[in-house]
């Protein structure tokens, strides 16, 4: 089945939004929790660049699934296991790490008002590598699309 060519420019652009947003979170990590709360810009720095980092992947899934007959999601919950289940990402990184970020984002949008700065602080300490390894995942796509059934533009 051939598959239409990649964007490169749409899926390089998302990833520096993923880059730059986890680099402006960083700041936070290793600092406590009392220091965290304690300034109310960290919280919105934090929960807008985790927003858009989330976001950023979720595009870069999308357009990933848009190239693939019949592959398009109709959730975002969907796009980590349609990704799996088109040998773009692995499966323990799509069912877990992936699933739950596309959740976190459906929260962010629709329940931000229940968004605690202890969730957040706790994504930062714990979670940022999850975002390292989708990057990489993407990067392997668009160093040798070829591989995966792609071509780029």
Same mark, same amino acid.
């Given at each position: 089945? +051939?598959?239409?060519?990649?964007?490169?420019?749409?899926? =390089?652009? +998302? #990833?520096?939004?993923?880059?730059?947003?986890?680099?402006?979170?960083?700041?936070?990590?290793?600092?406590?929790?009392?220091?965290?709360?304690?300034?109310?810009?960290?919280?919105?720095?934090?929960?807008?660049?985790?927003? +858009?980092?989330?976001?950023?992947?979720?595009?870069?899934?999308?357009?990933? #699934?848009? +190239?693939?007959?019949?592959?398009?999601? =109709?959730?975002?919950?969907?796009?980590?296991?349609?990704?799996?289940?088109?040998?773009?990402?692995?499966?323990?990184?799509?069912?877990?790490?992936? #699933?739950?970020?596309?959740?976190?984002?459906?929260?962010?949008?629709?329940?931000?008002?229940?968004? =605690? @700065?202890?969730?957040?602080?706790?994504?930062?300490?714990?979670?940022?590598?999850?975002?390292? @390894?989708?990057?990489?995942?993407? #990067?392997?796509?668009?160093?040798?699309?070829?591989?995966?059934?792609?071509?780029?533009?």
């Amino acid at each position: 089945m +051939r598959k239409i060519a990649l964007n490169k420019e749409i899926i =390089t652009t +998302r #990833l520096t939004y993923i880059e730059e947003a986890i680099k402006s979170l960083e700041r936070f990590k290793g600092i406590t929790f009392k220091e965290f709360a304690s300034n109310p810009d960290n919280f919105r720095i934090a929960f807008f660049d985790l927003h +858009r980092a989330l976001e950023a992947m979720m595009d870069i899934g999308s357009h990933i #699934l848009s +190239r693939i007959p019949g592959a398009r999601a =109709t959730s975002y919950k969907e796009i980590p296991l349609l990704l799996k289940k088109h040998k773009i990402i692995p499966d323990e990184f799509a069912e877990n790490a992936f #699933l739950k970020m596309a959740g976190y984002r459906n929260r962010m949008v629709h329940f931000y008002s229940e968004i =605690t @700065k202890k969730e957040l602080y706790n994504i930062i300490q714990h979670n940022l590598k999850d975002f390292e @390894k989708f990057c990489f995942y993407i #990067l392997k796509i668009i160093n040798s699309p070829m591989k995966y059934g792609f071509s780029v533009k």
